[in-house]
């Protein structure tokens, strides 16, 4: 689950990080009072979007009269703000930070992920900030560094002061920054996330650290003991369709293609829409109905695949293991029927009582082909789909 | 021979009586595995499906020496269970549940290293060999005794891997589902290795999808320390960046962990990849000359 920046910097002052002040307003007319509020003559506008590169998209301003503010509010808020991170339709605006100015005298990059191959913490720091950390990484791979943290690490002040002179802070700096470190790592493990940057880390004209972005993203898996951060989740941010299918604990990614597919297991879902591909057509979606497909989850998958206007055929393809092919083919029927699918289905069942889920398949009235192979499967699909 | 598990296998079931452990311990029992007892906290001396409830886990290796543990708690409850089972002193644990946190698994991961405990999964369908023990969620009936040891992150496509070789006559040594999630407690390599040592494989599949690099650092060891036939099939070529497909550990980030980047890593180390799901089977046979 991704936040905001605001409510990330909310979690940064939590934890005692140097963030600027600021108001956030949901409504164009508070924008002059949030102005007033935080004083001095100069602020910032930010247009709050879970994607990056606001800034080139123009959702990011600098401006030195309220007026400006409100402005700006009342052009993006309930608009949608494309960047080179979100897709062609963009993000809805739905709140703008406000926030003081700071005047910067460098920009740095500090960012923690929990790292696959090493299996720690791992604190990213460079001090080439602002940028997009791939291309630094690419092209001057010498000015990241890369510092692993152990659980109750004993080394933390030792490894802060390692990423600090890659970043190279001045004395003053490292003393502000091992506790920083300290409070990051904190945040990370208290509230488990599983990404957290901020980019840029600036040090201000007064030469002190100060955090200009916040991003994180939070492991979902944990949100069962995070009910504060829970209460954070912003449904508009997502596709609407995949919102759908994670309120009913389906898995389901849209692509751009015209084949639908519902699939039991991860694996074999993007195995099939590989398939798919490899047979030249272009899979709808990724969908994984979870391991029991019954009827209810077969319906609701129907209705989320449907929902794609592009969707010309869908294709179902289940490896019964546990649970019978028998009982699936039966729940297919139904919940065609339920949800009235008006395109032709092409269903692929293997393993227990495949042959039998096959033969209730061939009673039904509306177009379904029932092809054992999933290479054939694949093949008929792609063909329907011309 | 086999890996991890066999007719030596004795097994309880951590989360017994639950809905999940009550049925996939029916047909672990039916398939022949041999469940000595299983582990509820609070329905200690009861009996399900005719064999003995503990407390927990030290209460069962006092009682019927397990050698193996399987685990189907809730995720909130997995950390616990994982480590309770390592300190009890049980060598091969095996964990279905999915939906773990990761942070939670760097703490288990860091301390059964410690403890010297093999952990499968979580977010997995278990180890089989066939023939002989069942821990897990997959279908038995599917599997046949034989020379394939397979090794997956995924369950279907394991499902899928294991019908192609038992149709093409192969049968399968052992298969081994590490898991979906980012953090596994077993590594392909950690298989890998077993697969290697062990005389009735003869081949090795190896399942890999998108997401971290444990394809690429499996295609380095194959390469130097691998001597028999390595074949792989990759998942999630048409995945887009950014989006996690299902499985926790199954997303390209930063450019990293694409279908494209591993299949061409495992080409380079001499393994021999299946272009597509359906010829895994038949690349199998191609490799082996049969």
């Given at each position: ?263 039991n297991g991860?694996?074999l ?21 979870g391991g029991t497909a019954t ?23 289940i490896f019964g293991g546990i649970v019978r092919c028998d009982l699936i ?20 069942l293997e393993g227990n009582n495949a042959?039998l889920g ?29 | 021979?086999s890996?991890l598990v066999s007719k030596d296998t004795r097994l309880i079931v951590q989360g017994f009586t639950g809905s999940q452990g009550t049925l996939h311990s029916e047909q672990s029992i039916q398939y022949g595995t041999n469940i000595v007892g299983g582990v509820t ?6 009996e399900h499906l005719n064999k003995p409830v ?10 019927v020496?397990p050698n193996a543990s399987i685990i189907f708690v809730p ?17 091969l644990i095996v964990c279905i549940t999915e ?21 499968i999964g979580p977010n997995c369908p278990g180890v089989i060999t066939p023939g002989e023990a069942k821990l897990g969620i997959m279908p038995g009936n599917i599997h046949k005794p034989?020379?394939?040891?397979i090794?997956s992150?995924s369950g279907t496509l394991t499902y899928e891997a294991v019908k192609?070789?038992t149709?093409?006559?192969?049968g399968q040594?052992s298969c081994v589902g590490?898991g ?111």
């Amino acid at each position: 689950m991704n936040l905001h920046e605001y409510q990330g910097k909310l979690l940064f002052a939590e934890y005692d990080l140097p963030v600027s002040n600021g108001k956030i307003i949901f409504k164009a007319e508070d924008a002059i009072d949030a102005c007033n509020e935080i004083g001095g003559l100069k602020w910032v506008v930010k247009a709050q979007v879970h994607a990056g590169g606001r800034g080139k998209a123009g959702g990011v301003k600098l401006i030195d009269d309220p007026k400006e503010a409100v402005e700006f509010s009342k052009k993006w808020l309930g608009n949608r703000l494309v960047t080179y991170q979100t897709d062609k339709d963009g993000q809805v605006v739905n709140s703008i930070l406000i926030e003081e100015c700071t005047d910067i005298s460098s920009e740095l990059y500090l960012s923690a992920v929990i790292d696959r191959e090493s299996q720690k913490v791992v604190f990213i720091g460079s001090s080439e900030g602002g940028v997009n950390i791939e291309d630094v990484a690419k092209n001057s791979p010498e000015k990241i560094i890369y510092q692993g943290i152990e659980h109750k690490d004993l080394s933390l002040s030792i490894k802060a002061e390692n990423i600090a002179e890659v970043l190279k802070l001045n004395d003053d700096q490292t003393k502000q920054f091992i506790p920083m470190i300290d409070n990051l790592y904190r945040l990370f493990i208290e509230k488990d996330l599983s990404l957290l940057e901020i980019n840029p880390l600036v040090i201000n004209a007064n030469g002190d650290l100060h955090c200009l972005d916040a991003k994180i993203n939070i492991d979902s898996n944990a949100l069962f003991r995070q009910p504060e951060l829970l209460k954070m989740y912003d449904e508009t941010q997502e596709d609407p369709q995949e919102a759908e299918a994670a309120k009913n604990d389906l898995s389901y990614v849209s692509l751009e293609g015209n084949i639908g597919c519902m699939v039991n297991g991860a694996g074999l879902a993007m195995g099939t829409m590989d398939t798919i591909k490899f047979f030249g057509g272009n899979p709808a979606n990724f969908l994984d109905v979870g391991g029991t497909a019954t009827q209810e989850r077969v319906a609701k998958a129907f209705k989320i695949i449907l929902r794609d206007p592009d969707v010309k055929v869908v294709l179902v393809n289940i490896f019964g293991g546990i649970v019978r092919c028998d009982l699936i083919a039966e729940g297919v029927l139904a919940a065609i029927k339920e949800v009235d699918v008006t395109i032709p289905v092409v269903v692929r069942l293997e393993g227990n009582n495949a042959e039998l889920g096959a033969k209730i398949l061939s009673k039904a009235d509306i177009e379904i082909e029932s092809i054992n192979d999933l290479a054939d499967a694949a093949k008929k699909a792609v063909e329907l789909a011309e | 021979m086999s890996i991890l598990v066999s007719k030596d296998t004795r097994l309880i079931v951590q989360g017994f009586t639950g809905s999940q452990g009550t049925l996939h311990s029916e047909q672990s029992i039916q398939y022949g595995t041999n469940i000595v007892g299983g582990v509820t906290p609070g329905k200690g001396g009861q009996e399900h499906l005719n064999k003995p409830v503990f407390n927990s886990v030290e209460e069962a290796v006092v009682e019927v020496d397990p050698n193996a543990s399987i685990i189907f708690v809730p995720a909130k409850f997995c950390k616990d269970s994982i480590l309770e089972a390592a300190e009890a002193g049980i060598k091969l644990i095996v964990c279905i549940t999915e939906g773990i946190p990761t942070l939670d698994m760097l703490e288990v991961k860091n301390h059964i290293d410690n403890i010297g405990a093999r952990l499968i999964g979580p977010n997995c369908p278990g180890v089989i060999t066939p023939g002989e023990a069942k821990l897990g969620i997959m279908p038995g009936n599917i599997h046949k005794p034989g020379s394939i040891g397979i090794i997956s992150r995924s369950g279907t496509l394991t499902y899928e891997a294991v019908k192609q070789t038992t149709d093409l006559g192969f049968g399968q040594s052992s298969c081994v589902g590490i898991g979906g999630d980012p953090i596994p407690g077993s590594s392909f390599i950690d298989m890998l290795k077993l697969f290697e040592a062990d005389d009735q494989t003869e081949a090795i599949v190896m399942v890999g999808e998108i997401g971290g690099t444990a394809e690429e650092a499996a295609a380095e060891y194959i390469k130097n320390n691998i001597k028999k036939p390595v074949i792989s099939y990759i998942a999630g070529q048409t995945a887009p960046e950014g989006k996690r497909m299902g499985h926790a550990g199954a997303i390209i980030a930063g450019g990293k962990g694409t279908a494209k980047d591993k299949i061409e890593k495992l080409t380079k180390c001499g393994v021999h990849v299946a272009d597509n799901l359906v010829s895994i089977g038949s690349k199998v046979a191609e490799v082996l000359g049969r």
